[in-house]
């Protein structure tokens, strides 16, 4: 079915879009486009002209790598995108359901009304469980309502939006093999954002987007820059592993267009302890030969998406 669906990652640099196929354990890329964002992040357009300028973008890049899926899966990212843990004892699922929403509601009170949300159970290292780790997100309403317009527009059928970090370990965790005994963090380099996973074999723990709201997009040989995103990332570590993990986290995955820049492996090496290495998802996939093997550290999230599942 994977086939049906293509994955569209909107970043604010450039659209990515990934068609997949799945023949028992081989997963192939199958089509796949990269093009320029035509809204510049700061533009002065009207709602409805950048919704029209996106639609027109992805219709284009449609026709033209000839990808014919017309479902889509999207995803969002940034400051709209608000993300909670919550903790709970052991509850049944219609139980846990109430509950979650009767947290959210403390914590946003009226705003929850214009929100879409959703979560997700985490995993227990408890031998006993005893209690209920869950991840909870939420974003404005509205935004869904544009970002499903622009599909629409497109001429696709969109069947779910997702969240950028959440397709990022997706991606992985379908892709990569990682020991049961150890826990990673896989980042997701963008041009003004970054996606930050930590997950373990088959197993998703923590997520988050690091922004530093700047005016340019990032520039890793900026030595201010670059320090201030390996703290964000050992404030997350040092986060995740304070709820009790049963394994810290041992390595650091780079992905995203920045990836490949010189240095920020043996930087984020030096400062944080760990081993770091970057990540090609291409190395991981079968994908068209005509395909550029460097265009896949910008493809993490496109592919993720097109591998979503439900």
Not at 88 to 97: H, V
Not at 153 to 174: H, K, Q, T, W
Not at 182 to 187: A, C, G, R
Not at 213 to 235: A, Y
Request: glycine content about 6%; hydrophobic content about 40%; proline content about 4%.
């Amino acid at each position: 079915m994977l086939k049906n669906i293509v994955g569209v990652d909107i970043g604010s640099s450039l659209i990515k879009l990934a068609q997949l196929s799945q023949f028992g354990s081989r997963i192939r890329l199958d089509k796949v486009a990269v093009v320029n964002n035509p809204i510049p992040r700061l533009g002065t357009a009207s709602e409805r002209v950048r919704r029209g300028a996106l639609a027109r973008a992805i219709k284009s890049s449609l026709k033209k790598s000839h990808i014919k899926a017309k479902n889509a899966v999207s995803s969002l990212a940034g400051s709209s995108l608000i993300i909670q843990y919550f903790k709970f004892p052991p509850l049944s699922e219609k139980d846990l359901e109430s509950t979650v929403k009767l947290e959210a509601e403390r914590i946003m009170s009226d705003r929850l009304a214009q929100m879409d949300t959703d979560f997700q159970v985490l995993p227990s290292y408890q031998e006993k469980k005893k209690e209920e780790n869950v991840l909870f997100a939420s974003v404005p309403r509205v935004i869904v309502g544009h970002r499903l317009e622009i599909f629409r527009e497109a001429g696709l059928n969109p069947v779910a939006i997702d969240i950028d970090s959440m397709a990022l370990a997706n991606c992985f965790l379908r892709l990569k093999n990682i020991t049961s005994r150890e826990s990673v963090i896989v980042l997701n380099l963008g041009a003004r954002l970054i996606n930050l996973a930590i997950l373990s074999k088959g197993s998703l723990h923590f997520l988050r987007d690091i922004a530093l709201d700047l005016e340019t997009p990032f520039d890793l040989k900026d030595k201010e820059v670059l320090e201030k995103i390996i703290e964000e990332t050992r404030r997350s570590i040092h986060y995740y592993e304070a709820r009790g993990r049963r394994n810290k986290v041992g390595k650091i995955f780079f992905t995203g267009g920045s990836a490949p820049a010189p240095g920020i492996t043996d930087s984020f090496s030096k400062a944080l302890g760990l081993a770091v290495e970057k990540w090609n998802p291409l190395k991981d996939i079968e994908y068209p030969s005509g395909l550029a093997e460097n265009k896949g550290y910008l493809l993490a999230i496109a592919i993720g998406l097109g591998l979503r599942e439900k």
